[in-house]
């Protein structure tokens, strides 16, 4: 990790991946001042080699409306995991926000569903994969409209010293020295940069010949060689499979043509958007994301060194309205941590997709009762960092969805939904959510979790049709049987204590007759889903967690009449 401790980065701003400081502050920082110096230097020489700027600006006409909408520079200096220094200049790009709607700007990255998907299938089939970043992405694309970027202070100095003919355009402005300058290409920070990366790349991918797929537009395939080619992207990080390692070289070599020396990396071990991914070669794939664990618990500041047994308590769902606001401090640690868990919940540890999805709820209104609760979850996941998520398909034509709603379990009754999707070996995606509107019965909460969560179901379906697999069996297990003959029949099989659940609550009926699912009735004890509506404890909590991070098929709960 950083050899610079959470102390001496008081200025610090935690985010999901790096701790980072104003480069400004970093400069004149005694332990990192000469690194951040250097490291700002190179990135702004990086900033002249690519021509992210030009000078083509009449400086003396510039307005003041023209100073009031010209972004300015952001320059950070980042520490990372391995005590590096890196620099990294971007722009401030809010006031764009009153001309750019956002829909002109937003930007597509591959959704974790279909990450885990494509990784799946790549080890069911033995495929080769491969992980590529492209070296300052953003840059290879151009700038569309005309964005001016104001200059001063330290800014101003490095961009001089590395383009020194900038002098002769400084000005006096308002007692500050002052240069503007052309965005010429899409840096990070402007609204339309991530968007006009993303239209590059996918169109360099369409040309090489791939086809997108229509439930993704972050995820390509090509058929080269009689096999399928499978390209998923987050923004500049790109994870590739295929049955041929020179295949994957071909591709990779023509990506380069295009955008320069890629970092690659190749084998059955690879880093992706923090998660650690190992294809041992027996079909099945697994996720260890301990370093964000580490991390996170070094931002909670704390004591971690208690056992417990399980992520949460039953009171994990109570909230004591005696109980004192976090101060400030506590309060900016307690939202850093809960985001960073977030990520570690829906990627690499579902086993605590439970308590983080309640802290979620409190990030605005944090207590000293959620950070006992917060402090529990570091505790269990401490204690069980080694632990890695598996997922394998046992069989890729079956899929299996659980699920399940705990009734009036919140503070203002409102229930909470849990649902889980598998192929037999672990799960692909997990759901932990509090309802949003107040049930009458389990049953109608048991219905309306159906609606909240089987969308999912029916995208892993439609995103795998188009991937070239195709289903036949899709189950999805429930443990009301109210509830399964409500949504096998619809208004059929409603009551008078059920007549006022929406229609909307029955599209579900319709997937039953189209034979796109099929309903099945297992015990409560079996119901998987059960996980993620309310905090469970002792043998029932490890039983359902050795299945759902993949250490025992879901066959093993067959065995012993559970489903």
């Given at each position: 990790g950083s050899p610079?401790?959470?102390?001496?980065?008081?200025?610090?701003?935690?985010?999901?991946?790096?701790?980072?400081?104003?480069?400004?502050?970093?400069?004149?920082?005694?332990?990192?001042?000469?690194?951040?110096?250097?490291?700002?230097?190179?990135?702004?020489?990086?900033?002249?080699?690519?021509?992210?700027?030009?000078?083509?600006?009449?400086?003396?006409?510039?307005t003041d409306e023209d100073d009031r909408m010209a972004l300015n520079p952001i320059d950070l200096v980042k520490l990372k995991?391995?005590?590096?220094?890196?620099?990294?200049?971007?722009?401030?790009?809010?006031?764009?926000?009153?001309?750019?709607p956002k829909e002109q700007c937003a930007s597509p990255t591959i959704a974790n569903n279909s990450l885990m998907l494509i990784m799946s299938v790549a080890a069911k089939e033995r495929r080769k994969v491969a992980t590529a970043d492209?070296?300052?992405?953003?840059?290879?694309?151009?700038?569309?409209?005309?964005?001016?970027?104001?200059?001063?202070?330290?800014?101003?100095?490095?961009?001089?010293?590395?383009?020194?003919?900038?002098?002769?355009?400084?000005?006096?402005?308002?007692?500050?020295?002052?240069?503007?300058?052309?965005?010429?290409?899409?840096?990070?920070?402007?609204?339309k940069s991530a968007l006009l990366w993303y239209k590059l790349f996918k169109g360099t991918l369409e040309d090489m010949g791939f086809k997108l797929n229509k439930y993704d537009p972050c995820v390509a395939n090509k058929k080269i060689k009689g096999k399928q080619f499978t390209i998923g992207w987050w923004v500049d990080d790109n994870a590739m499979t295929h049955d041929s390692d020179s295949v994957i070289d071909d591709v990779i070599n023509e990506i380069e043509a295009k955008f320069g020396k890629m970092t690659v990396t190749r084998g059955d071990r690879h880093t992706f958007l923090g998660m650690n991914f190992h294809f041992p070669g027996d079909g099945k794939v697994s996720i260890n994301m301990k370093e964000y664990i580490e991390e996170a618990a070094e931002v909670f500041g704390e004591d971690l060194s208690k056992?417990?047994?399980?992520?949460?308590?039953?009171?994990?769902?109570?909230?004591?309205?005696?109980?004192?606001?976090?101060?400030?401090?506590?309060?900016?640690?307690?939202?850093?941590?809960?985001?960073?868990?977030?990520?570690?919940?829906?990627?690499?540890?579902?086993?605590?997709?439970?308590?983080?999805?309640?802290?979620?709820?409190?990030?605005?209104?944090?207590?000293?009762?959620?950070?006992?609760?917060?402090?529990?979850?570091l505790l269990f996941l401490l204690q069980t960092i080694d632990d890695d998520r598996v997922i394998g398909m046992e069989d890729i034509e079956v899929l299996h969805t659980w699920i399940d709603a705990s009734y009036a379990v919140h503070p203002d009754m409102k229930s909470h939904t849990g649902g889980c999707i598998s192929y037999g070996l672990?799960?692909?995606?997990?759901?932990?959510?509090?309802?949003?509107?107040?049930?009458?019965?389990?049953?109608?909460?048991?219905?309306?979790?159906?609606?909240?969560?089987?969308?999912?179901?029916?995208?892993?379906?439609?995103?795998?049709?188009?991937?070239?697999?195709?289903?036949?069996?899709n189950i999805l297990y429930q443990d009301n049987q109210s509830a399964i003959r409500l949504e096998k029949n619809g208004r059929?099989?409603?009551?008078?204590?059920?007549?006022?659940?929406?229609?909307?609550?029955?599209?579900?009926?319709?997937?039953?007759?189209?034979?796109?699912?099929?309903?099945?009735?297992?015990?409560?004890?079996?119901?998987?889903?059960?996980?993620?509506?309310?905090?469970?404890?002792?043998?029932?909590?490890?039983?359902?967690?050795?299945?759902?991070?993949?250490?025992?098929?879901?066959?093993?709960?067959?065995?012993?009449?559970?489903?």
């Open positions: 610079y401790t959470i102390e001496q980065l008081a200025d610090a701003t935690y985010t999901h991946v790096l701790t980072q400081m104003m480069a400004h502050k970093a400069i004149k920082d005694e332990n990192i001042g000469a690194d951040a110096a250097a490291a700002m230097l190179a990135e702004y020489v990086q900033l002249r080699d690519k021509r992210v700027y030009s000078d083509d600006v009449d400086q003396d006409a510039i995991r391995d005590g590096r220094v890196k620099g990294r200049s971007c722009v401030d790009g809010r006031p764009q926000r009153e001309h750019i492209v070296a300052g992405a953003y840059l290879h694309a151009d700038m569309d409209d005309f964005v001016l970027v104001k200059f001063t202070g330290t800014a101003l100095d490095l961009m001089c010293k590395v383009n020194p003919e900038y002098k002769k355009l400084i000005q006096i402005r308002n007692g500050k020295r002052v240069t503007y300058l052309r965005l010429a290409k899409a840096l990070y920070g402007c609204l056992k417990v047994s399980t992520p949460a308590n039953r009171d994990l769902f109570e909230e004591d309205e005696k109980t004192v606001p976090l101060d400030e401090d506590r309060a900016v640690r307690f939202r850093s941590v809960v985001m960073k868990l977030q990520w570690v919940a829906e990627r690499g540890r579902p086993d605590v997709r439970l308590p983080i999805a309640y802290l979620t709820t409190r990030m605005t209104k944090s207590t000293t009762q959620d950070w006992r609760k917060l402090r529990r979850v672990g799960i692909i995606d997990s759901g932990s959510m509090k309802q949003k509107l107040n049930s009458k019965s389990s049953t109608e909460s048991e219905v309306v979790g159906t609606s909240d969560y089987l969308s999912r179901t029916i995208w892993v379906k439609m995103f795998l049709e188009e991937q070239g697999y195709n289903l036949k069996k059929m099989s409603c009551g008078q204590k059920s007549k006022h659940i929406n229609i909307r609550f029955f599209w579900v009926t319709d997937r039953v007759k189209n034979d796109d699912l099929t309903i099945e009735y297992c015990p409560t004890e079996s119901m998987l889903a059960d996980f993620f509506t309310k905090p469970l404890q002792g043998a029932v909590f490890h039983k359902f967690r050795e299945v759902i991070m993949g250490w025992k098929p879901i066959s093993s709960l067959r065995k012993v009449g559970l489903i």
